[in-house]
């Protein structure tokens, strides 16, 4: 349509709140831009193709900077005729305009002016949680004062239409369309909790935050059934969009001192509700805090475990390594002996046999001695003796090499035994419960939040659906 209708000349205004659902060819079919805020990088993107591709000229870098630095009411306009694009603010109105009046407006103008003239077609309200299904007419185009003292916030529209049917669980009609926005009063509060133990390795910080739809006026929240999960809250923006509508504001949202006990009480919850569990192993001294996994503490512990069972077995063993150096020395040496006597054992032997067979010889020849007879025996004896010391060596090795042994095993057994006990250790790991103190609790939010909602006609019936919600 938009290529056609520049073929002949024709103009064509296209308006949207969702760039991401137009083609980047029909975009770059344009020739006049005029762009406000955009609230997805999506979107963003989206554009930048469409100009880059209208333009020809125009720096993508420059226009980003750009889009990116658009405040409320500030507009791009780009001109594929222009050079470069420029910035303009547009003006505020005289009086806060609700904009054409609609049938369901005189409907309300009557009610106003006390007319019997009831509105037809308008489903009842019911506020379920954070979405309306239905339209209310309490609303009005000034904003009701909130008491001093009680903080306000304005919830982004962070809703696309069809995403705002999603969360309603609605089907969208192709009919439905965007007659406004009306923002309804809840109650936000968010905090921002640290917890903190240095010998436990904790070091935690923690965002509790709660958004009430709905409050009963005695002032009494639950607040584990409100509790918001959603993004940051601290994105809240400080003023409604143009020409938004505003519902009433009841109790306890409109008492100074019902939100101050209310305040109070989120304080205390958020204290009960901020523990962290912490890992502790003291027989090894490691610690570790919610951020450490599983199987990193489990490492930690083994590496300790490992340290401490090797300074043991180090320290239990060294005197049996001196003992065992000291034994294995003397066997050494009685093993020298040993060859030495049985060197000389061999050497006393073959001199008796010498002795023997020249005392034979002199026997047979007439010519026996006294002093012949006299050296046989000596020899005899110091052979004899010879035998004594290679066997008493024997002796001495063998008795050495079973104390090598005995004190060998003493230490395998000293060694198996501090392997168990370190082993079991490794496993002995307890939890540890750390609970912030009341001056570690920091209040970020606390007060009324505008909560947007698209008031949307479809099928003859207008009613609204939330534009703010968690995606």
Same mark, same amino acid.
């Given at each position: ?5 520049? %073929? ?73 005729? %222009? ?92 009919? %439905? ?100 569990? %912490? ?193």
């Amino acid at each position: 349509m938009l290529r056609q209708a520049r %073929a002949f000349g024709v103009g064509l205004i296209l308006s949207t709140q969702n760039p991401s659902d137009v083609d980047y060819k029909g975009l770059s079919n344009a020739g006049t831009w005029l762009i406000g805020k955009l609230q997805t990088e999506q979107d963003k993107n989206r554009l930048l193709d469409g100009l880059e591709t209208a333009s020809g000229g125009a720096s993508r870098s420059v226009i980003d900077k750009l889009l990116s630095s658009l405040g409320k009411r500030v507009f791009v306009m780009h001109n594929v005729h %222009a050079k470069e694009p420029i910035l303009f603010q547009t003006r505020w109105t005289m009086n806060f305009l609700a904009g054409p009046l609609t049938r369901n407006r005189i409907l309300e103008l009557n009610q106003l002016a006390n007319s019997n003239v009831k509105p037809v077609g308008v489903v009842p309200h019911t506020a379920v949680a954070l979405s309306r299904g239905a339209y209310k007419s309490d609303v009005n185009a000034t904003k009701p004062p909130v008491p001093v003292g009680i903080k306000e916030y304005y919830l982004p529209q962070n809703f696309s239409l069809p995403e705002a049917y999603k969360a309603a669980q609605k089907t969208m009609p192709a009919e %439905a369309m965007i007659e406004g926005v009306v923002y309804r009063p809840s109650l936000v509060a968010s905090a921002q909790v640290r917890v903190l133990d240095r010998k436990l390795g904790v070091d935690s910080e923690i965002i509790r935050a709660a958004l009430v739809a709905t409050l009963q006026k005695r002032g009494s929240v639950r607040w584990d059934d409100y509790a918001y999960g959603g993004h940051s809250l601290e994105s809240v923006e400080t003023a409604p969009v143009p020409s938004a509508r505003f519902g009433t504001i009841d109790s306890p949202l409109n008492d100074a001192k019902l939100m101050t006990a209310l305040q109070k009480d989120f304080a205390d919850w958020v204290l009960r509700n901020s523990s962290v569990k %912490a890992r502790a192993n003291t027989a090894l001294k490691v610690f570790a805090g919610p951020d450490v996994s599983q199987a990193e503490f489990m490492r930690a512990c083994a590496d300790a475990a490992r340290d401490a069972r090797d300074k043991e077995i180090t320290k239990q063993t060294t005197p049996l390594d001196r003992q065992l150096k000291t034994l294995e020395d003397k066997l050494a040496r009685e093993e020298r002996e040993l060859r030495e006597d049985e060197s000389e054992l061999s050497h006393r032997k073959v001199e008796e046999a010498g002795t023997h067979l020249e005392n034979v010889t002199g026997l047979f020849g007439g010519k026996r001695s006294v002093r012949r007879l006299s050296s046989s025996l000596t020899k005899r004896r110091q052979t004899e003796q010879a035998k004594s010391d290679v066997e008493e060596s024997i002796e001495a090795i063998a008795l050495f090499k079973q104390q090598i042994a005995d004190v060998e095993k003493r230490k395998a057994d000293v060694v198996a035994e501090i392997n168990n006990k370190w082993g079991n250790v490794v496993n002995d790991i307890t939890e540890v419960t750390v609970s912030p103190k009341k001056t570690d609790v920091f209040i970020n939010l606390f007060g009324v939040a505008w909560m947007p909602y698209y008031s949307v006609k479809a099928g003859g019936v207008l009613f609204e659906l939330p534009a703010f919600g968690v995606q």
